[in-house]
């Protein structure tokens, strides 16, 4: 297994389809960025910002697939957004699935960095696709991917609680005891998000075992 760093400029987010999305998110004052799942060539993420999100502009973006606003401080509001980047080929979607993941990007106002874990192939693969779409990656590391201690720690803040409410509720029992519309409402989410959250923590757990 290997492991790519990967930085992204405001050119690369203009190319993808995405700079306004990115350019709500910096206005409001970006404090965190978390990848809960990736589907294609969208994800659905958690962004934190200082200042609630301009909605109504966000509403108006047609590759914004729905958002919804999970949390209020008086400078900390988080926002759920899934997207479909209109950029990017479908070939990319593709070998996204053989990755385990774009793990922990960090998202700055110069850009965005990215880990990409995979196979050797893989990792070149989609840099290619990238680079076919006009988005051209900085590729910063490449090298082996040792893992972490603790399975467990393969997965996000956000997938480790989706899984673990869905154990403690009954979902893996057999026969199963709640529906994931259930384990939603716990959680207080979209039964699409815990859906995601779900696929992706159970594949990222099974390829550290399989």
Known sequence: MREAHVTLTDPAFDRMGIAELVSLSREAGVLGFEELACHGTGAI???????????????????????????????????????????LPQGLAERAD?????????????????????????????????????????????????GRDHPLDELTDRQREAIGTAYEMGYYEVPRTVTSEDVAAELEVDSSTVAELLQRAERNLLEQHL
Do not use: M, N
């Open 45 to 87: 993420v958690q962004v934190a910002v200082e200042r609630p999100i301009d909605e109504e502009r966000l509403s108006d973006l047609e590759y914004v697939d729905w958002w919804e606003r999970v949390a209020d401080a008086d400078d900390d509001h988080r926002y759920v957004i899934a997207f479909t980047a209109p950029g």
């Open 98 to 146: 053989d990755l385990i993941g774009t793990c922990e990007p960090d998202v700055t106002d110069r850009g965005a960095t990215l880990s990409l874990v995979g196979s050797r192939e893989t990792i070149s693969e989609t840099v290619a696709e990238y680079e076919a779409a006009g988005v051209s990656p900085d590729l910063r590391k490449f090298g082996t991917y040792d």
